[in-house]
T-cell receptor, first 116, second 111 residues
Framework: GAGVSQSPSNKVTEKGKDVELRCDPI?????LYWYRQRLGQGLEFLIY????????KSGLPSDRFSAERTGESVSTLTIQRTQQEDSAVYLC??????????????FGPGTRLTVT | KNEVEQSPQNLTAQEGEFITINCSYS?????LHWLQQHPGGGIVSLFM???GKKKHGRLIATINIQEKHSSLHITASHPRDSAVYIC?????????????FGKGTLLTVNP
């Protein structure tokens, strides 16, 4: 019955290190979305999953970014060789099925990533 | 150029005032979404609408598909309404899972 959860809530890392961000969607939600929100900017779509398949990865900013999803549950977003411009809040959302026109998305609290 | 433009960027009001936030977009859409982002960062979906008007409590959302414009109204505003309000539309091409977001309107309601 819990909402979308994300961990860690905050992450400070040194430039060049790899980081993993985790998202636990609402149970039963087949669609999962990752977004990024940089300071002073709007939300940016990164990737979405329908089940464990990612039909559209075009929003990922570079090949340093990758994401996986285990079945219809937890997803991890990995950023390799972090750069300062990766500093942002990374938000995860889930919905019953994919499709903003029909299904409401429920957002997690986000992970604030700071790259020093 | 952002395909979704919101105005104003910042809005300060006194408790009880009627609030209007505007959103204009440049592509044909299946539905438009209004989201609320609280000071702590949590995001809540307020409305999803494709035509006409929807009302939920003191919140009213309207959309004019022909003019590619939507408004979010708050009646009898309260300090707890202070948040960032975000408008979002699906990107063109028929994909309704991939959204373009406005930069948001920061609303501050003073007691």
């Amino acid at each position: 019955g819990a909402g979308v959860s994300q961990s860690p809530s905050n992450k400070v890392t040194e430039k060049g290190k790899d980081v993993e961000l985790r998202c636990d969607p609402i149970s039963g939600h087949t669609a999962l979305y990752w977004y990024r929100q940089r300071l002073g900017q709007g939300l940016e779509f990164l990737i979405y999953f329908q089940g464990n398949s990612a039909p559209d990865k075009s929003g990922l900013p570079s090949d340093r970014f990758s994401a996986e999803r285990t079945g219809e549950s937890v997803s991890t977003l990995t950023i390799q060789r972090t750069q300062q411009e990766d500093s942002a809040v990374y938000l995860c959302a889930s919905s019953l099925l994919a499709g903003w026109g029909v299904y409401e998305q429920y957002f997690g609290p986000g992970t604030r990533l700071t790259v020093t | 150029k952002n395909e979704v433009e919101q105005s104003p960027q910042n809005l300060t009001a006194q408790e009880g005032e009627f609030i209007t936030i505007n959103c204009s977009y440049s592509v044909g859409i299946s539905a438009l979404h209004w989201l609320q982002q609280h000071p702590g960062g949590g995001i809540v979906s307020l409305f999803m609408l494709s035509s006409g008007k929807k009302k939920h409590g003191r919140l009213i959302a309207t959309i004019n598909i022909q003019e590619k414009h939507s408004s979010l109204h708050i009646t009898a505003s309260h300090p707890r309404d202070s948040a960032v309000y975000i408008c979002a539309v699906p990107l063109s091409g028929g994909s309704n899972y991939k959204l373009t977001f406005g930069k948001g309107t920061l609303l501050t309601v003073n007691p």
